[in-house]
């Protein structure tokens, strides 16, 4: 028995955007040994010691662009609680900081340099953690105590200042998810409501329509068979720990729930697992050679790639160089294809795909307006299977290594299936 989800027109332009970037600019990087999730960090390192000296916005957004990424999204709170915009709620933020005469908005700054080099804008808050207000997600809390909701008070202000200040957002992330507003929770699905209704939300409420959750690892490693659709729950995991069953996903799950693949763009070793900056770590950047393997092993098996970008403690990225070659690199393997063939007719559910001299990569991309129909699917050549999956979904990237055409068999489906696209690059 068979039930497929069907996704928003949202979620629908989501997955065509295939790649975007995470910023993270964090204060944690200006003292390495500090306490981000307790109260001694505005003890520790005070906005008026945060003075970098080459912070550009735009600087961040010309490298994502030049990496191939089509949105980017700023961390605006990390659990420190630290504030990248001028927050009326205390002063742990950016407005105490000698930049700019404590006149600067990262935020702002941000989502203007979005707006002009045409990258959708999105922003991360940790509604969970916030080391200034000794909120501490690593620690049990009474959600109904006046302390708590104290802090629930805070989240629900500060999300208005962003989600009402700086425009439409294209993705909002909760790192970890939400509580519940019955259980304590902030009012989020009012706000969202509210301010940003088109917004697509990673791990966001539950009742969320435009909802996407994590692959269930920061490796960019994504299950071979992965599903844009899944059950109830699943939006709560932090990274803290990998948890495969919610990367693959449940072809026959009543929410229509793509994952997103995040992953720092320095390896795991590096400060923060990757995901900030340190000197003397650059040589700990993934090579292009790997991003690449990682977009054709994310977005290739349909999931979006989100990369990491770990903003130094002068405010610049520093590799720059990184990202430059990788969107080299992906333009030169998938930019151009050598065979097209946009909305193939299937016979009896199959087509034969014909030999195309020099390639190397065969892209399949299913038809999802009405959800994930495809099952099951096998590519043969005479008599030889040589390859066969279970999801094919938005994007299906399949390296090739055989000479001569095949044919594509649809082995499995709920209803009749379709294909948008087949091309070999």
């Not at 702002?108 to 509604?127: D, N, Q």
């Not at 805070?154 to 200042?161: D, F, G, I, K, P």
Request: charged fraction near 25%; aromatic fraction near 12%.
């Amino acid at each position: 028995m068979y039930y497929t989800a069907k996704p928003t027109e949202k979620l629908l332009e989501w997955q065509d955007m295939e790649l975007g970037v995470l910023i993270h600019y964090l204060i944690d990087i200006y003292k390495p040994d500090c306490h981000p999730k307790h109260s001694v960090i505005a003890e520790e390192i005070p906005p008026s010691s945060i003075n970098p000296s080459r912070l550009d916005p735009e600087q961040w957004v010309i490298c994502a662009k030049e990496a191939g990424a089509k949105y980017a999204i700023l961390v605006a709170k990390h659990c420190t609680g630290f504030a990248l915009w001028p927050t009326a709620e205390n002063e742990f933020s950016c407005k105490y900081m000698p930049w700019k005469d404590g006149k600067g908005d990262v935020v702002g700054e941000f989502i203007a340099a979005c707006k002009k080099h045409r990258l959708a804008p999105g922003l991360y808050y940790s509604t969970g953690c916030n080391g200034f207000y000794g909120i501490n997600d690593g620690e049990r809390q009474d959600y109904k105590s006046k302390k708590y909701q104290a802090y629930v008070g805070v989240v629900e202000r500060q999300l208005t200042e962003l989600w009402s200040n700086y425009g439409e957002l294209f993705e909002i992330w909760f790192d970890g998810g939400t509580i519940p507003e019955e259980l304590g929770g902030p009012a989020i699905p009012a706000l969202l409501k509210k301010y940003q209704p088109q917004a697509v939300c990673f791990q966001g409420p539950e009742e969320w329509e435009n909802n996407t959750r994590w692959v269930g690892n920061e490796d960019g490693d994504v299950p071979f068979d992965c599903w844009a659709a899944a059950g109830p729950g699943g939006n709560s995991f932090d990274g803290t720990e990998k948890n495969e069953k919610t990367g693959v996903g449940n072809p026959n799950g009543i929410f229509y729930r793509p994952a997103e693949t995040d992953m720092p763009n320095r390896k795991n070793s590096a400060f923060g697992g990757g995901w900030g900056w340190q000197p003397g770590e650059a040589h700990l950047a993934f090579t292009p050679e790997y991003l690449l393997d990682r977009y054709i092993k994310s977005v290739g098996r349909n999931t979006n790639l989100l990369l990491g970008m770990a903003i130094s403690k002068e405010g610049d990225f520093e590799d720059e160089e990184q990202f430059r070659q990788f969107g080299r690199l992906l333009k030169q393997t998938f930019g151009k294809p050598l065979y097209l063939c946009e909305n193939p007719e299937l016979r009896d559910g199959k087509i034969d795909i014909p030999a195309v001299a020099g390639g190397k990569y065969l892209v399949l991309r299913e038809d999802i307006s009405e959800g994930q129909r495809i099952r099951g699917y096998s590519l043969t050549q005479g008599d030889k299977t040589v390859f066969s999956a279970k999801s094919l979904g938005n994007k299906r990237i399949i390296p090739i290594d055989r000479e001569g055409g095949a044919t594509l068999a649809i082995t499995e489906s709920d209803g009749r299936p379709a294909l948008r696209e087949i091309a070999v690059y």
